[in-house]
T-cell receptor
Framework: EAQVTQNPRYLITVTGKKLTVTCSQN?????MSWYRQDPGLGLRQIYY???????DKGDVPEGYKVSRKEKRNFPLILESPSPNQTSLYFC??????????FGPGTRLTVL | AQSVTQPDIHITVSEGASLELRCNYS??????LFWYVQSPGQGLQLLLK??????LVQGIKGFEAEFKRSQSSFNLRKPSVHWSDAAEYFC?????????????FGRGTSLIVHP
């Protein structure tokens, strides 16, 4: 089954404790991206990757890092999480400029 | 930079009534256009998309959308709403250029369906 998986689905952590949210897709898509969803703000892109070893900032990259060492994986790293990063995070992938396939989301709470 | 406006934060309709969700975009050329639906606790699912050609596009679940270049709009419609259509709807535009691709989403419209 074609899908985008994210782990964990739910995470509660404390300020400053490094964390990684994994994202994996099995559709051989070149384009992958991370979004955060906040009430009233819709989806805002954090980072995206056009292909392996090619990443770039989206609209709200501050406080986040990503890497794309393999085509299928695109982890999101929060090196020192803060409460304003409490949000619902989505990973997505697509074949270049086509429709995006979204993961189920990761709900992160930073205390 | 492109932008997407969904003017209605919430829309309430009765089951069986028709529906139109508005979407306007700001971009110099014709971008790629998408409508996604997000059911409670779920990720986003594509309803339909427009790249070129016929300006009236059909999607899943009985939805359709019409691209109007003169109005920079891509409104979503459904002739008869079902209770299961209650969800959040997002319009999105995709713009390519300079070797990059930046999708931009609207803030979403929450659809409430009354029995």
């Amino acid at each position: 089954e074609a899908q985008v998986t994210q782990n964990p689905r739910y995470l509660i952590t404390v300020t400053g404790k490094k964390l990684t949210v994994t994202c994996s897709q099995n559709m051989n898509h070149e384009y992958m991206s991370w979004y955060r969803q906040d009430p009233g703000l819709g989806l805002r892109q954090i980072y995206y990757s056009m292909n392996v070893e090619v990443t770039d900032k989206g609209d709200v990259p501050e406080g986040y890092k990503v890497s794309r060492k393999e085509k299928r994986n695109f982890p999101l790293i929060l090196e020192s999480p803060s409460p304003n990063q409490t949000s619902l995070y989505f990973c997505a992938s697509s074949q270049q400029y086509n429709e995006q396939f979204f993961g189920p989301g990761t709900r992160l709470t930073v205390l | 930079a492109q932008s997407v406006t969904q003017p209605d934060i919430h829309i309430t309709v009765s089951e069986g009534a028709s529906l139109e969700l508005r979407c306007n975009y700001s971009y110099g050329a014709t971008p790629y256009l998408f409508w996604y639906v997000q059911s409670p606790g779920q990720g986003l699912q594509l309803l339909l998309k427009y790249f070129s050609g016929d300006t009236l596009v059909q999607g899943i679940k009985g939805f359709e959308a019409e691209f109007k270049r003169s109005q920079s709009s891509f409104n979503l419609r459904k002739p008869s709403v079902h209770w299961s259509d209650a969800a959040e709807y997002f319009c999105a535009v995709g713009v390519e250029g300079g070797g990059s691709y930046i999708p931009t989403f609207g803030r979403g419209t929450s659809l409430i369906v009354h029995p």
